[in-house]
Nanobody
Framework: QVHLVESGGGLVRAGGSLRLSCVAS????????MGWYRRAPGKQRELVAA???????NYADSVKGRFTISMNNAKDTVTLQMNSLKPEDTAVYYC?????????WGQGTQVTVSS
C-alpha cells in the first residue's frame, strides 16, 4: 500500500520558520511530481508548491520568496522550507505524490502561526 508520511508541522510565531518533510513508500512506479497543498478553516484547498521529478517548481503567489520546495535524488521525499511565516499561513498541509496514472495523499500536518 502507498504511504505518504508527513512531519515537521507545529506552532511557530510570525516571522519564524518550519520545515515540512514527506516520505513516500509503496509506490511501484516512478513519482512524476510531488507537492504540498493546504486548507485553512473556511477556505478552499490550494496548491502551495509543487516540484516535478525533473526539478521544475511551481509556487502559489502568496508564498513566493518565502517557501522553497525540494525533492531528494531518490524522488521519494519532498521538503518544504517555510520562512517568514505569517498567521495567514495557518492551515493543515497535505503532501501529494503523482505517480501516473495515480495520485496519493498524506494525512496532513497542522501548521499554526501565531501573531
Amino acid at each position: 500500500q502507498v504511504h505518504l508520511v508527513e512531519s515537521g508541522g507545529g506552532l511557530v510565531r510570525a516571522g519564524g520558520s518550519l520545515r515540512l518533510s514527506c516520505v513516500a513508500s509503496g509506490i511501484i512506479g516512478s513519482i512524476n511530481a510531488m507537492g504540498w497543498y493546504r486548507r485553512a478553516p473556511g477556505k478552499q484547498r490550494e496548491l502551495v508548491a509543487a516540484i516535478t521529478s525533473g526539478g521544475r517548481t511551481n509556487y502559489a503567489d502568496s508564498v513566493k520568496g518565502r517557501f522553497t520546495i525540494s525533492m531528494n535524488n531518490a524522488k521519494d521525499t519532498v521538503t518544504l522550507q517555510m520562512n517568514s511565516l505569517k498567521p495567514e499561513d495557518t492551515a493543515v498541509y497535505y503532501c501529494n505524490a503523482e505517480h501516473l496514472p495515480f495520485s496519493s495523499w498524506g494525512q496532513g500536518t497542522q501548521v499554526t502561526v501565531s501573531s
